[in-house]
């Protein structure tokens, strides 16, 4: 397969995988008052879940379209870059199927007339601490790693320009941190401040996403090709 066909199929993937992102966004579920809404709202806590099932294909086939080229280049770090996008998958899943947890112990807040106030929020906190770990520390975590030996990758063999690379490198550092801040409660993932950490990053997607299906993934070992030689 040409290098020009995968870095196209690469960059489709990309826009694909931004926008299942901004649908699978299930912000009821963040919200001061997720007990009291989540069961209203679980119609759309369901697509968002969809969404986010749909994430996990589409974030691993990326890495595979991608591994026959980057394993040209440093075998080790490619493998790390899929790995991780299988890892990030599984933590991915994790937090879907707590999901309809939310869905449930907001229903029992909603309709139970005697109840204990106490119990739904420590459970809730439980429940809300668990989905930051798994969203936060798992997917975030184990995609940003990924995606630095991708980058790492892509510096050394200049499949990119190097201040596309750099900035990858950069807006990956600045996601992970901005999800480290979300876990000790420094700021919300409805924010100013996560919004400030997190679009650098989602410009450098969109950038990217142009660059490899106009542009294409420069070919650092032959100078006048673009095939290369598949196992």
Same mark, same amino acid.
């Given at each position: 397969?040409?290098?020009?066909?995968?870095?196209?199929?690469?960059?489709?993937?990309?826009?694909?995988?931004? /926008?299942?992102?901004?649908? %699978?966004?299930?912000?009821?579920?963040?919200?001061?008052?997720?007990?009291?809404?989540?069961?209203?709202?679980? %119609?759309?806590?369901?697509?968002?879940?969809?969404?986010?099932?749909?994430?996990?294909? /589409?974030?691993?086939?990326?890495?595979?379209?991608?591994?026959?080229?980057?394993?040209?280049?440093?075998?080790?770090?490619?493998?790390?870059?899929?790995?991780?996008?299988?890892?990030?998958?599984?933590?991915?899943?994790?937090?879907?199927?707590?999901?309809? %947890?939310?869905?449930?112990?907001?229903?029992?807040?909603?309709?139970?007339?005697?109840?204990?106030?106490?119990?739904?929020?420590?459970?809730?906190?439980?429940?809300?601490?668990?989905?930051?770990?798994?969203?936060?520390?798992?997917?975030?975590?184990?995609?940003?790693?990924?995606?630095?030996?991708?980058?790492?990758?892509?510096?050394?063999?200049?499949?990119?320009?190097?201040?596309?690379?750099?900035?990858?490198?950069?807006?990956?550092?600045?996601?992970?941190?901005?999800?480290?801040?979300?876990?000790?409660?420094?700021?919300?993932?409805?924010?100013?401040?996560?919004?400030?950490?997190?679009?650098?990053?989602?410009?450098?997607?969109?950038?990217?996403?142009?660059?490899?299906?106009?542009?294409?993934?420069?070919? %650092?070992?032959?100078?006048?090709?673009?095939?290369?030689?598949?196992?």
């Amino acid at each position: 397969m040409e290098y020009k066909q995968i870095s196209r199929i690469a960059g489709v993937l990309i826009f694909i995988g931004i /926008i299942t992102g901004i649908l %699978s966004v299930v912000p009821s579920v963040d919200s001061e008052k997720y007990l009291e809404i989540v069961y209203p709202n679980k %119609s759309n806590i369901l697509i968002g879940a969809l969404f986010q099932f749909l994430l996990i294909p /589409i974030y691993i086939g990326f890495s595979l379209v991608l591994y026959p080229i980057l394993k040209q280049g440093n075998n080790i770090l490619s493998i790390g870059f899929v790995g991780f996008r299988f890892m990030a998958g599984v933590f991915q899943l994790i937090g879907i199927i707590l999901l309809p %947890s939310f869905i449930l112990l907001s229903e029992k807040y909603s309709t139970e007339i005697n109840f204990d106030l106490k119990y739904y929020e420590t459970t809730g906190q439980i429940l809300q601490l668990s989905r930051d770990l798994v969203n936060h520390l798992g997917v975030i975590l184990a995609t940003g790693l990924g995606n630095l030996f991708l980058y790492s990758i892509f510096y050394k063999e200049k499949n990119i320009p190097i201040w596309l690379s750099v900035w990858g490198v950069i807006g990956n550092i600045l996601i992970m941190a901005a999800s480290f801040l979300i876990l000790f409660q420094r700021i919300k993932v409805v924010s100013i401040e996560y919004l400030i950490l997190t679009t650098p990053l989602l410009v450098q997607e969109i950038i990217l996403a142009i660059w490899l299906i106009k542009k294409g993934l420069k070919n %650092s070992k032959t100078s006048n090709s673009s095939q290369f030689n598949p196992l």
